[in-house]
């Protein structure tokens, strides 16, 4: 079912209608309450919006653009599946940007910063206690926005977030299973006490470790779900 559509913030009602539903929209599939393969009806999206088609399907395009949406011509619109191969690229950029930023972060970061993450922290294992998902994933994603806060580069997230947008799909999947949201949150108290002991090699290597652990339950995964994945994006066709 998807979520209810979320009340306006100030700086959403500056929005158009189009970049409204195009936000909410990624926001349900990214988070999976609008699952891979599900149909997506413009019609019935207008209506939930309270606005005309035009803006729905300009959101729509735009999604589809992204991957996140996939038109078939005389089927129909339809959330679009996971591609495998676009994880491991998502994973490799990843890697090089997090592990870059978290060393500078470790020589910048002050008692201050340190106790920011570890705010953070707290919220996780009260996500973990309530064995909410959703909010786990959140609290995640601000973690890490926090450490290239922290690094200095900003700008870098928002690169890191557009590279892994199929794979925050993919690990919403994951949160479910036993122990995983707990190691998550030893992996990040892991980086959290290299940041204060001002050890760049030592955050580097806690992040190293914590994004290594990301892919190797792809395929338990993709065995529980197979209709969520497909083999391989357009672009790299089998030959």
């Not at 729509?60 to 491991?88: H, K, N």
């Not at 990040?188 to 290597?205: G, K, L, N, S």
Request: proline share 6%.
């Amino acid at each position: 079912m998807n979520s209810p559509l979320p009340p306006q913030s100030v700086a959403e009602a500056g929005l158009t209608a189009s970049r409204r539903v195009y936000l909410c929209l990624r926001q349900r599939i990214v988070e999976m309450s609008m699952l891979p393969g599900e149909r997506v009806v413009e019609r019935d999206i207008a209506e939930e919006f309270g606005t005309s088609r035009t803006p729905v399907h300009e959101a729509v395009q735009r999604l589809a653009d992204e991957g996140l949406i996939e038109v078939v011509p005389r089927s129909g619109t339809f959330v679009a599946r996971i591609p495998l191969d676009a994880l491991e690229e998502a994973n490799l950029v990843r890697h090089a940007l997090e592990t870059a930023i978290i060393e500078k972060a470790a020589t910048k970061a002050g008692p201050e910063c340190a106790a920011s993450l570890r705010a953070i922290l707290e919220e996780q294992a009260v996500a973990i206690a309530a064995s909410d998902f959703q909010a786990f994933h959140r609290t995640d994603e601000q973690f890490h926005a926090t450490l290239a806060e922290m690094s200095g580069y900003p700008g870098v997230w928002p690169i890191i977030q557009q590279a892994k947008t199929q794979m925050d799909r993919y690990r919403q999947l994951t949160l479910p299973m036993e122990g995983r949201m707990a190691g998550v949150l030893e992996e990040h108290r892991a980086v959290v006490e290299a940041i204060e002991a001002r050890d760049p090699e030592r955050a580097r290597a806690a992040m190293r470790e914590h994004l290594d652990h990301v892919m190797p339950v792809l395929e338990v995964t993709r065995k529980l779900r197979p209709e969520f994945f497909t083999a391989q994006l357009n672009r790299h066709p089998v030959r």
